[in-house]
């Protein structure tokens, strides 16, 4: 079964900062595309086997199905819900 991701505003926003960061901060553009793309790609993975990685220890988190896992000095926190897959018209 896949699974289908939805990112939130606030994850589209991390990434953003994320590149803006060490692309003009730190004055890595490359640097920044392939650390984004290191992330996305994981995120992606993430459609297969999501409960793999394990539940986040605090709580109210924990309770509530939190879970994540790391992608160099970052990490990402997802919440796998039992939702339906929209299907796609022919």
């Known amino acids: ?19 803006e960061y060490i692309a003009l901060e730190l004055l890595a553009p490359e640097t920044a595309n392939g650390q984004t793309q290191r992330i996305i790609k994981t995120i992606c993975s993430l459609g297969e086997m999501p409960m793999r990685h394990q539940l986040y220890g605090e709580e109210p988190w924990h309770s509530r199905g939190v879970r994540f896992l790391p992608v160099d000095n970052y990490l990402i926190f997802y919440l796998p819900e039992d939702l339906p897959i929209p299907q796609k018209s022919i």
Not at 3 to 15: K, N
Request: glycine residues 0%.
């Open 1 to 19: 079964m896949s699974w289908y991701i939805v990112y939130t505003a606030q994850a589209r926003q991390d990434l953003h900062d994320i590149y």
